[in-house]
């Protein structure tokens, strides 16, 4: 382990533009203060990679025109953020001529999908890449400025995918081989390594992405693959909360929590940590953060092996919408077994994941991520049963190591959503989380009784308490 290595993680708000990025060089400058050795890895600026999305789209759409505008507005905005975030001249035109040659290719790019008329996953990867690739040159710049020897690398020479684009799997090996040929030699030399993050390459050298919201799963392949001492994942919170803030502002930080639990928190949507953040940092044991860059006195939340021993049965609510609900139903189910194989063949087939299954002696009812290969799948299900489904769903997960040692909490839980309609409802097989599906609609009614009633006398030793914003009148 290179206990005095630490990987920093900037998402897009804490590189929006120039202040954000100077704050952020600020925040590695600290940390190198303290005799540490840090590898940098950014977002895009915030919003950009949805807005490459669309230009990409218009493009795919042959609406050329379209696509340019959204080019050329991103394109005005890193221009201008370079000229206020570098002051040296000389310094700053070469930035800018590098952001200008990458902003020329991204509109030949996209002239040439309009041509076409047809975007390919392999071709949106491409354009979405330029995000990330043009905001760690610039911070790359920030960090220099500040007296911390930036020094760009181009992630996608490091992080090595296979070749399943807009979803691309990392390869570990080949990823550590990489960091230990390109970044350390960088670090031993006292440098400040700087990626983007979420961007990578399959062993062709062809641009990949690692999903959306997958800077933090760099951040945590960097980690691991260098053996860092410590993560940390910057975002624009305090660290993870007892759920959504945006939902109920009076969440609360919690301290500490294990692994498991933030890798369940994610999976089932707490936006916070990319839900394959914890893997590489699990088999490493590499402690992770989650930390506010707009308040980094804050001590954030840690991650660790272990769970906090804590008299509340759980630590976070998080909540996953835009989901489907399939019930399939067939006429005797006992009789042929293999007919759940014959179920799941199709979503493997389609490489739909599921989340929920429920089951009785006739019907199967499975909750899947809207997926635009819906209608296929029913139309194959359809073959072997009567399928109906229904969108606009959520699924509101509890998660907490204690629920085991807490009894009647189902009962505390159906309780506080008395008033709404529960579609099915599962209680993980690890033990460490409740889930339960309802209608989009009532996600936040539901989040928000459940933490009045789960978090009204929190435990001080998880949960900062003293930071609870006093309820008006109270
Ligand atoms: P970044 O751009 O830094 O990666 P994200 O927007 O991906 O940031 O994630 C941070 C956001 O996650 C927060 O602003 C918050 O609204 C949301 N979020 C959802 N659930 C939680 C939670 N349990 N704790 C903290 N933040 C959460
Ligand atoms: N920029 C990418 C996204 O918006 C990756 C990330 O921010 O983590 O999804
Ligand atoms: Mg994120």
């Given at each position: 382990m290179r206990e005095s290595l630490?990987?920093?993680?900037?998402?897009?708000?804490?590189?929006?533009?120039a202040k954000a990025m100077q704050r952020t060089a600020g925040i590695v400058a600290g940390r190198r203060e303290r005799g540490l050795s840090a590898v940098v890895v950014v977002s895009a600026m915030a919003k950009v990679t949805d807005q490459l999305l669309a230009a990409a789209d218009a493009a795919g759409r042959g609406d050329k025109a379209g696509a340019l505008a959204l080019a050329s507005r991103l394109r005005t905005r890193h221009i201008?953020?370079?000229?206020?975030?570098?002051?040296?001249?000389?310094?700053?035109?070469?930035?800018?001529?590098?952001?200008?040659?990458?902003?020329?290719?991204?509109d030949d790019l996209l002239r040439g999908i309009a041509a076409v008329g047809e975007l390919t996953p392999r071709t949106n990867d491409l354009v979405v890449s330029f995000g990330e690739r043009m905001s760690s040159r610039?911070?790359?710049?920030?960090?220099?400025?500040?007296?911390?020897?930036?020094?760009?690398?181009?992630?996608?020479?490091?992080?090595?995918t296979d070749s399943h684009y807009g979803k691309a799997a990392p390869l570990e090996n080949a990823i550590e081989a990489k960091l230990t040929e390109l970044v350390l030699p960088l670090i031993e030399a006292g440098k400040t390594p700087i990626m983007g993050g979420f961007i990578g390459s399959n062993a062709d050298g062809i641009t990949t992405t690692l999903g959306r919201g997958g800077s933090d799963y760099t951040a945590a392949l960097v980690g691991g693959g260098l053996y860092a001492g410590a993560i940390e994942i910057w975002t624009d919170v305090n660290g993870i909360m007892t759920t959504d803030p945006r939902i109920c502002p009076d969440a609360l930080r919690v301290k500490t929590i294990s692994f498991e639990e933030a890798a369940e928190l994610a999976y089932f949507g707490a936006k916070v940590l990319h839900p394959a953040t914890i893997l590489p940092a699990v088999q490493k044991s590499i402690p992770v953060w989650v930390l506010n860059s707009r308040n980094a006195e804050n001590e954030g939340t840690k991650i660790t092996a272990m769970a906090a021993k804590c008299s509340s049965p759980f630590k976070s609510i998080a909540a996953k919408k835009k989901l489907t609900i399939i019930d399939v139903v067939a006429s005797r189910m006992l009789m042929s077994h293999g007919y759940l194989k014959a179920v799941f063949d199709v979503f493997d087939?389609?490489?739909?994941?599921?989340?929920?299954?429920?089951?009785?002696?006739?019907?199967?009812?499975?909750?899947?991520?809207?997926?635009?290969?819906?209608?296929?799948?029913?139309?194959?299900?359809?073959?072997?049963?009567?399928?109906?489904y229904e969108g606009r769903k959520a699924l509101v997960c509890l998660v907490g190591e204690d629920i085991r040692g807490?009894?009647?909490?189902?009962?505390?839980?159906?309780?506080?959503?008395?008033?709404?309609?529960?579609?099915?409802?599962?209680?993980?097989?690890?033990?460490?989380?409740?889930?339960?599906?309802?209608?989009?609609?009532?996600?936040?009614?539901?989040?928000?009784s459940l933490h009045a009633v789960f978090f009204a006398n929190p435990d001080a030793t998880v949960f900062d308490v003293a930071a609870r914003v006093p309820v008006a009148g109270a």
């Open positions: 630490v990987v920093m993680k900037f998402g897009g708000t804490s590189v929006e533009d201008d953020t370079a000229a206020v975030l570098v002051t040296d001249e000389g310094v700053r035109a070469a930035l800018q001529t590098v952001l200008h040659s990458e902003f020329d290719a991204l610039m911070m790359a710049e920030a960090l220099t400025q500040r007296g911390l020897n930036g020094t760009h690398v181009d992630a996608r020479t490091c992080i090595i087939k389609y490489e739909c994941a599921i989340d929920m299954v429920s089951t009785s002696e006739v019907s199967i009812s499975l909750t899947v991520d809207s997926n635009q290969r819906l209608p296929e799948i029913c139309a194959e299900l359809g073959k072997i049963a009567d399928v109906k807490h009894n009647g909490i189902a009962g505390q839980v159906f309780t506080a959503v008395s008033h709404v309609n529960v579609r099915m409802i599962s209680q993980g097989a690890s033990e460490i989380n409740m889930s339960f599906m309802i209608d989009e609609d009532d996600v936040e009614e539901a989040v928000r």
